[in-house]
């Protein structure tokens, strides 16, 4: 069955969305200088540990962010409040530097996750469906390593293929045990797998606030690109599977592809 015209324009604008330039040419046209300056002034025991507390933030974020929403079907979502936030998170970051990293990251990336999860809502997902909670998650994988339009088709289908056997084997199993100390460990996989590609943004929102006289106000600029990039993100990734829902995953893609 081909889409709809409509559909058919909900799904060019979800190709806009997706194939936006990535994060790190968004923060050189913010902050007016190559991002790359911001990475060679990053300290090496910063960039050591991007990782590790990209996982921890993430494990943070699952734990206290995706649950508590209630199901309100085709409202839309509150960006606003989230931008806000983050913003404010990301200006106490600014303020106190690059060692408050371990302390803004899980609270920004909570407050992201939660916005992802009020945009599944808004595109007709039900937050209590354990796909829909995994979809959330896996938003954080998307537009890492892009920084062109050219690439970002492939890389938002690239990712959500490799991501799709960890996802579906941690969803039964949760489906069975549910989310419990014993389901943890399948967790904990897909997270690490999300986690290493998000630490790719992570590491460029760094390297903004790295540079020189960004300060608190930065911070929060930063942090508002930060999330508005995921939000796009969230909101293509989820008319994807709200048309995918209706026409099948194949009509879905081969209508994307061929879109210009």
Same mark, same amino acid.
């Given at each position: 069955?081909?889409?709809?015209?409509?559909?058919?324009q909900?799904?060019?604008?979800a190709?806009?969305?997706l194939?936006?330039? !990535?994060l790190a040419?968004?923060?050189? &046209?913010?902050?007016? @200088?190559?991002?790359?300056?911001?990475?060679a002034? *990053?300290?090496? #025991?910063?960039s050591?540990?991007?990782?590790?507390v990209?996982e921890?933030?993430?494990?943070k974020?699952?734990?206290?962010?995706?649950?508590?929403l209630?199901?309100?079907?085709?409202?839309?979502?509150s960006n606003?409040?989230?931008?806000?936030?983050?913003?404010?998170?990301g200006?106490?970051g600014?303020?106190?530097?690059?060692?408050a990293?371990?302390?803004?990251?899980?609270?920004?990336?909570?407050?992201?996750?939660?916005?992802?999860?009020?945009?599944?809502?808004?595109e007709?997902e039900?937050?209590?469906?354990?796909?829909?909670?995994m979809?959330?998650?896996e938003v954080?994988a998307? !537009?890492?390593?892009s920084?062109?339009? &050219?690439?970002?088709? @492939?890389?938002?289908?690239a990712?959500r293929?490799v *991501?799709?056997? #960890?996802?579906?084997?941690?969803?039964?199993?949760?489906?069975?045990?549910?989310?419990s100390?014993?389901a943890?460990?399948?967790?904990?996989k897909?997270?690490?797998?999300?986690a290493?590609r998000?630490?790719?943004?992570?590491?460029?929102?760094?390297a903004?606030?790295?540079?020189?006289?960004?300060?608190a106000?930065?911070?929060?600029m930063?942090?508002?690109?930060?999330?508005?990039?995921?939000?796009?993100?969230?909101r293509?990734?989820?008319?994807?599977?709200?048309?995918?829902?209706q026409?099948?995953?194949?009509?879905?893609?081969?209508?994307?592809?061929?879109?210009p």
């Amino acid at each position: 069955m081909n889409l709809s015209a409509a559909d058919t324009q909900q799904l060019i604008q979800a190709k806009q969305l997706l194939e936006n330039p !990535g994060l790190a040419a968004k923060m050189t &046209d913010l902050i007016g @200088k190559p991002i790359e300056q911001g990475f060679a002034l *990053l300290p090496k #025991s910063i960039s050591n540990g991007i990782g590790k507390v990209t996982e921890m933030a993430l494990t943070k974020a699952v734990d206290a962010a995706l649950f508590t929403l209630k199901d309100a079907q085709h409202t839309p979502s509150s960006n606003k409040w989230y931008k806000l936030g983050v913003a404010v998170s990301g200006g106490v970051g600014g303020f106190f530097g690059l060692s408050a990293l371990a302390i803004e990251l899980p609270i920004s990336t909570t407050i992201m996750l939660r916005s992802i999860a009020d945009i599944a809502r808004s595109e007709g997902e039900q937050l209590n469906d354990l796909s829909t909670k995994m979809a959330c998650l896996e938003v954080f994988a998307f !537009g890492g390593e892009s920084t062109d339009d &050219d690439q970002a088709e @492939k890389g938002y289908f690239a990712v959500r293929t490799v *991501l799709a056997n #960890s996802i579906a084997e941690s969803a039964q199993y949760i489906a069975t045990k549910g989310f419990s100390k014993e389901a943890a460990p399948m967790m904990v996989k897909v997270v690490t797998i999300v986690a290493e590609r998000f630490g790719v943004q992570v590491t460029q929102k760094i390297a903004a606030q790295a540079v020189p006289a960004i300060g608190a106000a930065g911070g929060a600029m930063i942090n508002t690109l930060f999330i508005d990039h995921f939000q796009d993100m969230a909101r293509g990734h989820f008319i994807v599977r709200k048309l995918e829902r209706q026409y099948g995953e194949a009509q879905v893609r081969q209508t994307y592809d061929a879109l210009p």
